[in-house]
């Protein structure tokens, strides 16, 4: 059974985008996934601009069989699979992603807090309200980032 999740980053004019991920979703895999590898902004940028994944993997790739077993590799619906209309997801500012997002399991966004980039995660059964994925981690025994 798949653990979804959303993946978003809010840039500096306030807009965020917002990808789907079917799989692996929970903090002990996509969010530490995101923390190691995704916290620099412009290379989070590159999994918004190729859109929905199936698997998120802790380098992007390159074009590859969506078949086929790609370990650490990015998986993406269109550009492995060929889908159409997996675009991010654009909304005005944070209330408006708040509001009309799509929600999973766990949700992802990248936010700047005082001219640093943190990650902050909301879980299904939170009420989609978000903590700092750091915070997240210390509460769930989820220390280790290897």
Not at 15 to 29: D, M, P, S
Request: with cysteine; aromatic share 14%.
């Amino acid at each position: 059974m798949a653990t979804r999740s959303t993946i978003a980053i809010e840039y500096l004019d306030g807009t965020v985008r917002q990808v789907y991920c079917h799989w692996n979703g929970y903090l002990e895999n996509n969010g530490k996934i995101l923390k190691k590898y995704f916290s620099n902004p412009n290379k989070l940028n590159q999994i918004m601009d190729l859109g929905d994944l199936s698997v998120l993997g802790s380098n992007i790739g390159t074009k590859h069989n969506f078949d086929l077993e790609m370990h650490d590799m990015c998986k993406f619906y269109g550009r492995d699979r060929g889908e159409n209309n997996i675009e991010a997801k654009r909304f005005a500012n944070f209330e408006d992603y708040k509001d009309n997002a799509r929600f999973e399991d766990f949700n992802y966004i990248l936010r700047f807090v005082n001219g640093n980039s943190i990650w902050f995660v909301s879980h299904y059964d939170s009420g989609n309200k978000f903590e700092s994925l750091t915070n997240a981690f210390e509460r769930t025994s989820v220390l280790s980032l290897k």
